[in-house]
């Protein structure tokens, strides 16, 4: 029997993609057949890249990945689940700290639109990481040559004129 093949979206602000983040897409590629880096447009939140700028990072890290594509969205995430017809909603998972909030989240999205979430945990080594935490380093010129990939550390030090 032909299986459909499953189609996953993996949320977020990615402001910037970190070395974490990426380390759950590669373990995800091995899991699902499809795979879409979603990435939100809150008007909310502090944002140190433009979502245009976070989606061209990205969609330079994934030139070799077969099956991963980047989009942007706005508005409810299981509404961009759904118009996708995506399977399953991805999410990381850092720390206990994280699982609270996910945990909430993931049975908010399942009572409202009936979807899954499925949580993949970083490797130990980017368990500290967090996006916050880069653009702060980053704009007191710290080094963070091992917490992002080359492209976005280069944009980080364009920003902050740190060269
Ligand atoms: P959001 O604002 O939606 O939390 P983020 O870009 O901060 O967006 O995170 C997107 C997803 O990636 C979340 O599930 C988050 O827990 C996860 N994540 C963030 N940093 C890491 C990391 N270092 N390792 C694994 N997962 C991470």
Redesign the pocket.
């Known amino acids: 029997m032909n299986k459909k093949p499953v189609r996953v979206i ?6 910037p ?5 990426l ?2 897409i590669q373990r995800a590629t091995k899991l699902f057949d499809e795979l879409i880096i979603a990435v ?1 447009r ?1 008007p909310i ?1 502090n944002q140190l890249f433009a979502p245009e700028e976070r989606l061209e990072m990205i969609a330079e890290l994934i030139t070799a990945m077969p099956g991963v594509s980047v989009e942007s969205f706005e508005g409810l995430t299981v509404e961009y689940a759904a118009s996708k017809k995506a399977d399953v909603i ?5 720390s206990l700290t ?1 699982v609270q ?2 945990f909430q989240l993931a049975m908010t999205n399942r009572a409202v639109a009936g979807i899954e979430t499925v ?5 130990e080594q ?7 935490l880069i653009r702060e380093v980053a704009s007191l010129g710290g080094n963070l040559s091992n917490l992002v990939p080359k492209n976005v550390h280069k944009r980080l030090q364009q920003r902050f004129n740190n060269k």
């Open positions: 993996f949320p977020g602000s990615f402001d993609i970190t070395n974490g983040h380390d759950v939100g809150s939140k991805l999410r990381g998972l850092r994280d909030y996910e949580f993949i945990m970083t490797s980017y368990g500290f990481t967090s996006s916050t």
